[in-house]
């Protein structure tokens, strides 16, 4: 449906019952809409397709981009307008395998960061001009890394390995907040920065330089054992933005 605000009349775009269903994961994309779809009725002009990247145009919707071609489903998720560009996951077979995909207005590409499995990248945040995100590492230039912190900061694409070697330090989900003095917060299971050894999973900062990536000296369960569980958000103060997050000390901290 489209309507003005305030109402200078709702109408709809298309009859969901018939044509365009399963709408989610919006983005704006310049004046227009971009989202995932599935239509089956053909009314986007492409035919049967199944779950992929549509564009509504104000007018229309349009298919984007047919990233798993036919009536397979691509489900777009994640999807983050960066620059001129939207950065989103999406898979081409059937298997949940999703990678890291960019759109330019009119052609989607991968970005390949996995050449052995798939890199299931997450926690898409824009930040002082970058772009942080998760993901599972395993190709050239990078080498096999595991699941670590990927910065994107619109010329180029940087991978910082927080956790030495191909274990991956950086949760699953919910792991990265922005905070001020430019930097993200993020939840890591790290030993960059001459550690002595790996911290458990504990709250980490980046500012999207590897000097930059370190500890932020948090360590709710004392010793190596992981303390913080999942990130709530943070709370902005003048200077002085607080963090909430869920955690378990298991009695050793205080």
């Known amino acids: ?42 009314y986007t002009g492409a035919g049967d397709i199944g779950a992929e990247l549509l564009r509504y145009n104000g007018s229309a919707i349009v298919l984007a981009a047919d990233i798993n071609p036919g009536t397979g489903d691509s ?4 999807l983050t307008t960066f620059g001129n560009r939207l950065l989103f996951s999406a898979q081409t ?4 395998e999703q990678e890291l995909w960019q759109w330019d207005g009119t052609t989607a590409t991968e970005i390949v960061l996995n050449t052995t499995g798939f890199s299931a990248p997450s926690d898409f945040v824009e930040h002082d001009g970058k772009l942080f995100f998760v993901a599972d590492v395993d190709s050239a230039p990078y080498g096999d890394l595991g699941r670590e912190l990927c910065v994107d900061d619109g010329s180029s694409l940087t991978v910082i390995d927080v956790l030495t070697g191909p274990g991956g330090g ?15 917060v993020f939840l890591a299971n790290g030993d960059r920065g001459g550690l002595p050894q790996a911290t458990g999973f504990e709250v980490w ?19 190596t054992s992981s303390g913080a569980q999942q990130m709530i958000g943070v709370i902005p103060r003048s200077g002085d933005d607080r963090l909430l997050l869920f955690g378990d000390d298991a009695g050793t901290n205080p």
Not at 3 to 30: E, F, H, K, L
Not at 93 to 96: A, D, I, K, L, N
Not at 206 to 215: E, H, K, L, R, V
């Open 1 to 42: 449906w489209s309507s003005g605000i305030p109402g200078d009349g709702t109408t709809g775009v298309a009859d969901p019952a018939s044509t365009v269903t399963g709408i989610q994961n919006r983005a704006r994309y310049g004046s227009d809409l971009l989202f995932q779809g599935a239509d089956h009725a053909g």
């Open 75 to 78: 489900l777009p998720q994640q």
């Open 93 to 96: 077979g059937s298997g949940w």
């Open 170 to 184: 950086c949760y699953w989900s919910d792991s990265i907040q922005p905070i001020n003095d430019h930097k993200i």
């Open 205 to 223: 900062e980046s500012d999207g330089t590897a000097a930059g990536t370190i500890f932020s000296g948090l360590d709710i369960r004392v010793g």
